[in-house]
T-cell receptor, first 112, second 112 residues
Framework: NAGVTQTPKFRVLKTGQSMTLLCAQD?????MYWYRQDPGMGLRLIHY???????AKGEVPDGYNVSRLKKQNFLLGLESAAPSQTSVYFC???????????FGPGTRLTVT | EDQVTQSPEALRLQEGESSSLNCSYT??????LFWYRQDPGKGPEFLFT???AGEEKEKERLKATLTKKESFLHITAPKPEDSATYLC?????????????FGSGTRLQVQP
């Protein structure tokens, strides 16, 4: 039982490049979330999903897209990376029967 | 607007020196208050959920308490391994997405 996993762990992009971050959970959770964490600003919700095939915007969705084609996977895409997207990205999942969320180990992204 | 404020931002203690961390919140209709621990380079790890004023939860040297406007995380006789950032969070007023609003955290350092 791995819980929530994220790949890759680290990535450096140049401005304008694209990439996809993968989140996988093996707990059969309905809800999945993508957050970014920046110094002094806490965790901010980018996008979320309430079930397979559904996605919705969070607080800071601009510049990101997501997909949830399978219940266990939640992908976060950056189509044209900008330096402002330099951050640590966390994926989380929740069963939906409570508000408790379980987090992955994070992806540290640097955009130069 | 949902708001979570944590204080202090950083706290340095000597081993064995007890103290408390504060989390104050503004949310319409509290559906729980969550405490997480985050080690450097890792994702937040769930510690406690408190649901009603007066409730207390304990785990090893940590005790969380809840009032109608704030929560405290009491650390009794801390050890260096308690060094981490402690985050608190409350569920969004938007109940559909079952998301959490996080505070910026308190960075705790316990020196031997």
């Amino acid at each position: 039982n791995a819980g929530v996993t994220q790949t890759p762990k680290f990535r450096v992009l140049k401005t304008g490049q694209s990439m996809t971050l993968l989140c996988a959970q093996d707990m059969n959770h309905e809800y999945m979330y993508w957050y970014r964490q920046d110094p002094g600003m806490g965790l901010r919700l980018i996008h979320y999903s309430v079930g397979e095939g559904t996605t919705a915007k969070g607080e800071v969705p601009d510049g990101y897209n997501v997909s949830r084609l399978k219940k266990q996977n939640f992908l976060l895409g950056l189509e044209s990376a900008a330096p402002s997207q330099t951050s640590v990205y966390f994926c989380a999942s929740s069963p939906g029967t409570s508000y408790e969320q379980y987090f992955g180990p994070g992806t540290r992204l640097t955009v130069t | 607007e949902d708001q979570v404020t944590q204080s202090p931002e950083a706290l340095r203690l000597q081993e064995g020196e007890s103290s408390s961390l504060n989390c104050s919140y503004t949310v319409s209709g509290l559906r729980g208050l969550f405490w997480y621990r985050q080690d450097p380079g890792k994702g937040p790890e769930f510690l406690f959920t408190l649901y009603s004023a007066g409730e207390e939860k304990e785990k090893e040297r940590l005790k969380a308490t809840l009032t109608k406007k704030e929560s405290f995380l009491h650390i009794t006789a801390p050890k260096p391994e308690d060094s981490a950032t402690y985050l608190c969070a409350v569920p969004d007023s938007d109940t559909g997405r079952r998301a959490l609003t996080f505070g910026s955290g308190t960075r705790l350092q316990v020196q031997p």
